[in-house]
């Protein structure tokens, strides 16, 4: 009876007919050493390939939820960054405003203290003339 089982070449997988005993290399073609596994350590390896497997994924897992992590941390200060830029932007602009409407108020209120003076000057003048309109008029009645 033959029975297919598997052999490690170069850590390549192959058959091998298992009607030979034992763990001796047994030398096929040239310079290919060929080692007979038993079932054992058939089992064994894939036993060992899984936990390597649960690893690796564990592994994954941990280093896909530190990148979240990193990801949310860093997308948080992005935003309170730009929340802070957007605060001292509008209390710039507000400043500036500030600024522009006090130099527009000091140019209003400078007109009118010139028209104020120009309303006393051109009163006092008037005055007089009134106090000389009003004199002629009581003498010549």
């Not at 200060?77 to 409407?101: F, Y």
């Not at 203290?113 to 008037?126: P, Y």
Request: zero cysteines; hydrophobic letters at 40%.
């Amino acid at each position: 009876m033959t029975i297919w089982g598997i052999i490690s070449i170069d850590s390549n997988l192959t058959n091998y007919n298992s009607n030979q005993e034992g763990y001796e290399p047994v030398v096929f073609g040239r310079d290919y050493r060929v080692n007979f596994m038993g079932m054992s350590d058939v089992l064994q390896h894939i036993k060992n390939a899984e936990e390597s497997a649960k690893e690796t994924l564990a592994d994954a897992k941990e280093k896909a939820t530190k990148i979240v992590a990193d990801a949310r941390k860093e997308a948080a200060e992005i935003l309170q960054n730009a929340q802070d830029g957007a605060v001292s932007s509008t209390i710039a602009t507000i400043d500036s405003a500030k600024q522009e409407a006090g130099k527009e108020a000091a140019g209003v209120q400078e007109e009118g203290a010139k028209a104020v003076e120009s309303i006393h000057t051109s009163a006092g003048d008037r005055r007089d003339a009134a106090v000389q309109l009003i004199i002629d008029s009581l003498m010549s009645n």
